[in-house]
């Protein structure tokens, strides 16, 4: 059955409302969603809050990412739960710990649930950076937000990451099936 998507702004046959299937539609046009959708946020955050902080050691948005990550949730997680939150490879998360470790923004805790890896708390300073970092997001994308027409709620963007989430994993697990 065919049902009828609009897109808000195009301008093409009776004005964004197009007929296909959305499900068909959706399998061929996530992946270039995803990709504009990162790098907009991308040139965003290093052109616009990334100027406003200073970083010990040229700290990277990769390890800004893995703080901030710690930072949102109530307890030390570990890197593998970080890898799989940011859904980034374990050895990158591995590096930027390292480094976020040496710049003294982050430590090392022993995880009583599991002795084979570590739960990671932030310092002072990591907390004083990713403070800094969650509020300069925030203002930068209200400040241009202000200037759109339309902008998204709270629970949009909730939504949105919930969404999100089931197709990366989704995504994960279906390459994972296609390469074996």
Avoid at 111 to 133: C, E, F, K
Avoid at 149 to 162: A, I, P, Q, R, V
């Amino acid at each position: 059955m065919k049902k009828s998507l609009s897109i808000e702004g195009l301008a093409v046959n009776q004005g964004g409302n197009l007929n296909f299937n959305p499900v068909e539609f959706a399998d061929t046009t996530f992946q270039n969603y995803a990709e504009k959708i990162a790098a907009d946020y991308s040139e965003i955050i290093k052109h616009r809050v990334l100027p406003q902080l200073s970083r010990p050691g040229n700290l990277k948005l990769r390890e800004l990412r893995v703080l901030t990550c710690i930072h949102f949730f109530a307890i030390p997680i570990t890197p593998a739960q970080i890898a799989e939150i940011l859904r980034v490879d374990p050895a990158t998360i591995s590096r930027s710990v390292q480094k976020l470790e040496t710049a003294k923004m982050l430590k090392r805790e022993e995880n009583n649930r599991d002795r084979r890896s570590i739960r990671l708390l932030l310092t002072p300073d990591g907390r004083q950076l990713t403070t800094a970092y969650t509020q300069a997001v925030s203002e930068v994308f209200k400040e241009l937000e202000s200037h759109l027409l339309y902008g998204l709620s709270d629970e949009e963007k909730t939504t949105f990451m919930n969404v999100m989430i089931k197709i990366s994993r989704r995504a994960e697990a279906l390459r994972a099936l296609a390469n074996t």
